[in-house]
C-alpha cells in the first residue's frame, strides 16, 4: 500500500470534507480570537499575535482531526459518534498545543487552566459547528 492510499483511508479529498475542515477551523479560529480579546489585544489589528496563538492549536487539530478519520469518506458520521470523536480529538489537539506553547518557539506557555479552559470552550464550539454539520449534511 502507497503512503497516499494510507493517508486516503484518514483524508478524503472532496467537498464535504473541506467544509468539515473549514468549519472546525474557524471554529479553533474563534476560539483564539474571543480569548485573545478577553485578555485585552485586538485580534483584528493584532494578527501577528492571534497568528501565534492558533498555529499551535492548528497544528494539534491537524495531527489528530486526520488520525481520527474525522476528514474520512465517511465523515462526518453519525451525531453521538462525530461528538465523541471530535471531543476526543479536541483533547489531544489541547495537549499537543500546550507542548508547543511550553516551547520558545510559541509565546504563552503552557498551563493547566488554560488547558481545561481550552478543552471546555474549544470544545464547545467545535462539537456545536459539527452537530450543526451532522444534522445539515444527513438530509
Known amino acids: 500500500m502507497s503512503v497516499a492510499t494510507a ?14 475542515a473549514a468549519g472546525d477551523l474557524s471554529a479553533i479560529l474563534l476560539f483564539v480570537a ?3 480579546y478577553t485578555h485585552g489585544y485586538n485580534p483584528l489589528v493584532d494578527v501577528g499575535r492571534l497568528a501565534g496563538t492558533f498555529v499551535p492549536f492548528l497544528v494539534g487539530w491537524l ?4 488520525a481520527a478519520g474525522l476528514y474520512a469518506s465517511d465523515a462526518p458520521g453519525t451525531l ?9 480529538s479536541w483533547i ?9 506553547r511550553a516551547t520558545s518557539v510559541f509565546h504563552g506557555g503552557a498551563a493547566l487552566t488554560f488547558a481545561v ?15 450543526a454539520a451532522t444534522l445539515t449534511l444527513a438530509r
Request: hydrophobic share 55%; with cysteine.
Open 7 to 20: 493517508d486516503r483511508s484518514h483524508v478524503d479529498l472532496s467537498s464535504t470534507t473541506a467544509l468539515l
Open 34 to 36: 474571543v480569548g485573545e
Open 63 to 66: 495531527l489528530v482531526a486526520g
Open 80 to 88: 453521538a459518534n462525530s461528538t465523541l470523536v471530535v471531543s476526543l
Open 92 to 100: 489531544g489537539a489541547v495537549a499537543i498545543a500546550q507542548g508547543l
Open 117 to 131: 479552559v481550552s478543552v471546555l470552550v474549544g470544545g464547545v464550539l467545535l462539537c456545536l459547528w459539527r452537530v
